[in-house]
């Protein structure tokens, strides 16, 4: 399956994001996390986004073109202590807006390093993705990706596996040195997105 995809703009308020028809899937997850590593090799694409061996330099919300219907939305990354206080402030307003408010958001992917398991950010993200009154309208759909997966050993994915009861939902091991999970991770995009845009549509009618 191909994820061929364009960097098209960043904004650093909501007001600044596309206006746009395409639904929106969210990468979100700690500056250490990996997330630009995967969403190059989700989509092929060796340099699309920009990989710092300082955790903590994206701190605005890149939008990616895929296809004519989907965009991928890299979201700064959260729990960095090396960045100023007041910076750190702006960037959690300006994902917490972006999760609540964007109304072509269809899919939160969510990246939990596999070797940590989810954290006190995770939980609660969670925790309100599954209150009814965290947004107006359909909710988007939640994927829980574990990355890193390379660096687990093979008899300890179970042990490393009951970290994420928390959160309710098996992850879906992901590497992107070894390519493991991501053709599960683009179905699953997929499935999940066609889903929201077909609730929406029945919204919409309704």
Request: hydrophobic share 40%.
């Amino acid at each position: 399956m191909r994820f061929e995809a364009e960097f098209v703009c960043s904004a650093a308020t909501l007001a600044e994001c596309p206006r746009w028809n395409r639904s929106e899937i969210a990468l979100v997850g700690r500056s250490n996390v990996g997330k630009s590593s995967l969403l190059n090799a989700l989509t092929r694409q060796r340099n699309l986004a920009r990989i710092s061996k300082t955790p903590g330099c994206t701190r605005l919300l890149n939008f990616f073109a895929v296809g004519k219907e989907r965009a991928l939305v890299d979201l700064p990354g959260y729990g960095y202590a090396k960045i100023a206080h007041r910076e750190a402030e702006r960037i959690a307003s300006l994902i917490q807006e972006y999760l609540q408010q964007r109304l072509a958001l269809r899919v939160i992917v969510l990246l939990i390093d596999a070797r940590r398991g989810p954290r006190d950010e995770e939980l609660a993200l969670v925790d309100h993705m599954r209150d009814p009154r965290w947004r107006s309208g359909h909710r988007p759909g939640l994927i829980i990706a574990a990355t890193k997966s390379d660096k687990l050993k093979r008899d300890h994915r179970k042990s490393v596996s009951q970290l994420f009861e928390a959160v309710g939902d098996l992850p879906l091991f992901c590497s992107a040195r070894t390519g493991e999970g991501l053709e599960q991770l683009r179905h699953r995009i997929l499935e999940l997105s066609s889903r929201a845009d077909n609730q929406g549509a029945e919204d919409a009618v309704a």
